[in-house]
């Protein structure tokens, strides 16, 4: 049971390439979501689903883009990278978005840095 | 906006001793409290929820407390071992997983 799987687990990119960060989870879960974060700041949602086909912005969206083609697969895609958004980023499934039944899965994070 | 605070940032204490790891937030309008445990290089895996209507939860030798109309809650760990060493957060939510509010963590180190 592979659980929420990341990739790649580390990047370094230049100022204004684009990339895509890579989250896929086996457990048929229908929220998803990416979360930023940085030294001495908590967690950070950037972007949310609540299934195949809905997607929604969360907190600090600016310069992310995503897409929910399938239930498994919530790509996070950087559209002109800078360097503040070096950051580890986490994605994180549940089998709702209602918190106090739905505990959240996380997956091992991906560390980017921009030069 | 809600802001959540973990203090202190890092600890670190000798093996055996119980310790308290405590968590603050501005606004009591929660419908839950979750506290984390974060390993180097892992992600977020949760060990004790609180909903707002409960003042205490327990697992094994951990137990939450959250005094809603105070905004805190802290988390105990009886007898400390050195496996216990991770990175702690707190997340307090309204209902819904997509409007949860993180605390920065407290590091704890237990020392053999």
């Known amino acids: 049971n592979a659980g929420v799987t990341q990739t790649p687990k580390f990047q370094v990119l230049k100022t204004g390439q684009s990339m895509t960060l890579q989250c896929a989870q086996d457990?048929?879960?229908?929220?998803m979501s990416w979360y930023r974060q940085d030294p001495g700041m908590g967690l950070r949602l950037i972007h949310y689903?609540?299934?195949?086909?809905?997607?929604d912005q969360g907190e600090v969206p600016n310069g992310y883009n995503v897409s929910r083609s399938t239930t498994e697969d919530f790509p996070l895609r950087l559209l002109s990278a800078a360097p503040s958004q070096t950051s580890v980023y986490f994605c994180?499934?549940?089998?709702?978005?209602?918190?106090?039944?739905?505990?959240?899965?996380f997956g091992a994070g991906s560390r980017l840095t921009v030069l | 906006k809600q802001e959540v605070t973990q203090i202190p940032a890092a600890l670190s204490v000798p093996e055996g001793e119980n310790l308290v790891l405590n968590c603050s937030f501005t606004?009591?309008?929660?419908?839950?409290l979750q506290w984390f445990r974060q390993d180097p290089g892992k992600g977020l895996t949760s060990l004790l929820l609180?909903?707002?209507?409960?003042r205490e939860q327990t697992s094994g030798r951990l137990n939450a407390s959250l005094d809603k109309s105070s905004g805190r809650s802290t988390l105990y760990i009886a007898a400390s071992q050195p496996g216990d060493s991770a990175t702690y957060l707190c997340?307090?939510?309204?209902?819904?997983?997509?409007?949860?509010?993180f605390g920065a963590g407290t590091r704890l180190t237990v020392k053999p």
């Open positions: 609180i909903q707002s209507s409960q």
């Open positions: 994180a499934s549940s089998s709702g978005h209602f918190s106090g039944a739905n505990v959240l899965t």
């Open positions: 457990m048929n879960h229908e929220y």
């Open positions: 606004d009591s309008a929660i419908y839950n």
């Open positions: 689903s609540v299934g195949a086909g809905i997607t």
């Open positions: 997340a307090v939510s309204r209902g819904n997983n997509n409007d949860m509010r």
